[in-house]
């Protein structure tokens, strides 16, 4: 600090538009780490660098730097590849040119209205109804005329559909954008009216302060538009009162009031209307001015009650045996923390520190902790869940309100909590009452008011989580169930079914009729079919570097790349497993070629071969993803020294259900006992075995992997048995066709 002004130096290997090494160097002329940085030229010189006591020294050059800073020579290497930005652009379009198709995605997100488009009235409303940590929630309802917008056909319902787009601008910075999307059944929107008014409700968690707000709501229907702008004062908000729901506050300058009596409001057409706070009419005057969502803005927390579970210590990726798992747990109030592990309950303890040791057995298995922070009362403050051997792409959704079993009767609100897997990215989240999706939303926070029909009975809310490369994730939760109704456990199971001739070719032309499918031979009835051709492909090639592969490698590595060019396309993803004595994951899941073909590179054929160890591996990383999952797995020699053995890794490919295509290369004759385990592991997973002399016949090998994993049905069925979860349950295919054969998996775990 006494030589340099503070600095951050990224450093590139190369871009798609500049070969070779390059930096970029920033610097906080104010001499502060916290300041605001700008980019450093190479030829503004050393000189901009410098801490104010050493400008103008013209003895300061780069091995001055090496000599006096810690790590002096990697900022000197840095500083020299450092390149001039501007030249770049005036030489390379390094952002291109946006397409036609792009400006319109771009201009549909923003709230200006199109030019000349039709306009309806609306109201709009603004209230704070409680806080989540030092934010406050903002929640708005725009009320649409029913009369003055249109229903449209959609999934054989007829709806009324609408799509809010919001800007929040603080000192005129754009703070946050967010879209909602609004899909509300007729039938059930006429219980909903308000003075005739549509209901559109959305909720957003400010600090306080001063804001601009923009809307813009299209009526999808009538290609018509709404749109508001104005000053928004977000109030500080002390923590609801569980009695009613609502908050005390205290607007900037203005008395306490309930979030209530702080609703503001707008009529049609307004533009920069001033938001402070106004009284609202009683409630006992007006009935119609009542939060319709008042019920569901009960289940509002304050965000003060967390509870986080941190995984065991050490390098080991999969957990066997003892494992302690401690939960960090803030807020007033808890009396106790109750751990579960797989749903049933291990112990609670009634006072720090909050932690617990768990036998996870000798085999690796995906465990699931929980752990409940509750008040003197018993009711739930937060909880927090974690999962052991699951791996790092866990794509998971869990409701966190409505609660289970409890009893609503005008308004609920669905809260999601969303775990994006590494390398993923989140697209919407869509919330449904029974079987009408109701809001879709795009940005955090996951919660939505949903305002109940009259005479809402047994009900039940549906929450589905979209990646931007189509997977999916959900949760379910029942509630206005009578007393006596019995809890029914439904559970979805998908068959990814690759169906071929007597010559192994892909047969692509079947119907549902031709399918029979039986769990523990009870037949099961098909409640989805699909011949699924774009579903995105996640696979990984396991390849085995052991020294006995030594003369076989290079052909090898060149059939892995042949296949990554055939199958990978931009919405797949693949990945490198290598191993020996251990194995080393090259390549996380990527659709680049470039970075797979440099997992590939350099690979020297050496040490022994953990085979077992490795599948296990390969099966973890695999852990979160859903869809077509495949691994092909390359080998030349039986098992050398794994710390598990065969069926330990049989049973965790069972209970992954990730496909497993395993390819021995020159097997001896008296290998007999590797033939029959890669050939089990093959099919017990739905994949095929393949035995070859020459790695130079990998090409054929991976050509009809590709022509399985591009011609593959998709059966699900809801399983009809209960009981046991620990049980293997056992799943059988078959085709109504002679002379063709139905590979699947052979069964699952619950």
């Known amino acids: 600090s006494d030589v340099l002004l503070p600095l951050e130096i990224w450093h590139y290997d190369h871009t798609e538009h500049i070969r070779g090494g390059f930096s970029l160097v920033f610097v906080s002329p104010g001499g502060s780490s916290q300041g605001r940085y700008r980019l450093w030229y190479p030829t503004e010189g050393i000189q901009a660098l410098l801490a104010v006591g050493m400008r103008g020294r013209p003895d300061v050059s780069a ?12 900022i000197a290497g840095f500083l020299s590849e450092a390149i001039d930005w501007g030249r770049i652009e005036e030489t390379v379009r390094v952002v291109p040119r946006p ?54 056909r959609l999934a054989d319902l007829d709806s009324y559909d609408f799509v809010v787009d919001g800007e929040v601008l603080r000192k005129d910075d754009l703070f946050e954008h967010f879209r909602y999307r609004f899909t509300l059944p007729v039938a059930e929107v006429a219980g909903q009216l308000r003075d005739g008014k549509i209901p559109l409700l959305f909720q957003r968690t400010l600090r306080p302060g001063t804001y601009t707000l923009r809307l813009k709501v299209e009526d999808a229907g009538g290609k018509r538009y709404f749109r508001d702008e104005r000053v928004v004062e977000v109030p500080a908000v002390s923590e609801a009162s569980p009695a009613t729901g609502l908050a005390a506050g205290t607007g900037a300058g203005a008395p306490d009031t309930t979030p209530a009596q702080a609703a503001v409001v707008a009529s049609a057409g307004t533009s920069a209307v001033s938001a402070a706070p106004v009284p609202a009419a009683p409630r006992a005057a007006d009935p119609a001015a009542a939060d319709p969502a008042e019920e569901a803005n009960r289940a509002l927390g304050s965000g003060d009650h967390t509870v986080r579970l941190l995984a065991p210590g050490g390098d080991e990726l999969l957990r066997t045996g003892k494992a302690r798992i401690e939960a960090v747990v803030s807020g007033e109030g808890v009396a106790k923390v109750s751990f579960l592990l797989n749903g049933k309950a291990v112990l609670s303890k009634s ?24 008040d003197g009362d018993g009711r739930e403050l937060a909880r927090g869940e974690l999962q052991l051997n699951a791996g790092s792409h866990r794509f998971s959704l869990r409701l966190v309100e409505p609660q289970a079993g409890k009893t609503y009767r005008d308004s609920l609100r669905a809260e999601a909590d969303v775990q994006v897997p590494e390398g993923g990215e989140l697209d919407h989240v869509e919330f449904f009452l029974n079987d009408a999706r109701l809001a879709s939303l795009y940005q955090a926070p996951f919660a939505q008011p949903i305002l109940l029909p009259p005479s809402q009975g047994l009900t039940y809310v549906r929450a589905v989580a979209y990646l931007k490369d189509g997977n999916s994730t959900e949760d379910v939760v029942l509630v206005n169930a009578p007393e006596y109704g019995e809890k029914v456990q439904v559970n979805l199971v998908e068959l990814y079914t690759t169906v ?24 099961q009835k098909v409640r989805r079919f699909d011949l699924v051709k774009d579903v995105p492909i996640y696979a990984g090639v396991l390849l085995d570097t052991s020294a006995s592969m030594a003369e076989r490698l290079d052909d090898a590595v060149r059939g892995a790349l042949g296949f990554f060019e055939k199958v990978i396309t931009p919405k797949d993803r693949a990945s490198v497993i290598t191993f020996n004595g251990k194995p080393n994951l090259a390549v996380r899941f990527t659709n680049d070629r470039g970075v797979l073909a440099g997992g590939l590179a350099n690979l020297t054929a050496e040490g022994t071969t953990a085979l077992y160890d490795s599948i296990i591996y390969a099966l973890y990383t695999f852990g979160g993803i859903k869809g077509k999952r495949a691994i092909v797995l390359l080998t030349d020699g039986m098992d050398e020294g794994s710390r598990y053995k065969f069926n330990d890794a049989l049973d965790y490919a069972r209970r992954t259900g990730v496909t497993i295509y395993s390819v021995g290369i020159h097997l001896e004759p008296n290998e007999m006992d590797v033939r029959s385990k890669l050939q089990r ?13 020459r790695a130079s016949e990998l090409d054929k090998v991976y050509a009809a992997v590709e022509a399985d994993l591009r011609t593959q049905y998709l059966l699900a069925y809801e399983s009809t048995q209960q009981g046991d979860r620990e049980k293997f349950r056992t799943v059988e295919v078959k085709v109504d066709r002679p002379g063709l054969e139905a590979k699947t998996m052979h069964g699952y775990y619950p």
């Open 681 to 693: 592991l093959a099919e017990e997973t739905g994949g095929r075995f393949f035995f070859i002399e």
């Open 500 to 523: 071929v001739d007597r010559r192994g070719r892909p047969v692509p032309d079947l119907k549902r009729e031709d399918f029979q499918v039986a769990e523990d031979g009870t037949p």
């Open 351 to 374: 006072h720090p520190p909050y932690s617990v040791e768990l036998d996870l057995g000798d085999k690796p298995k995906i465990h699931t902790v929980k752990a409940l922070a509750l």
């Open 99 to 152: 397409s036609e198709e792009w400006l319109q995605t771009f201009s549909s997100y923003s709230t200006d209205l199109p030019e000349g488009a039709a306009t309806f009235p609306a109201e709009v409303a603004l209230s704070f109804p409680g806080r989540y940590g030092s934010r406050t929630v903002v929640q708005g309802m725009v009320a649409v005329p029913r009369d003055a917008v249109h229903a449209v």
């Open 63 to 74: 091995s001055f730097l090496v000599e006096n800073c810690p790590r002096g020579d990697d």
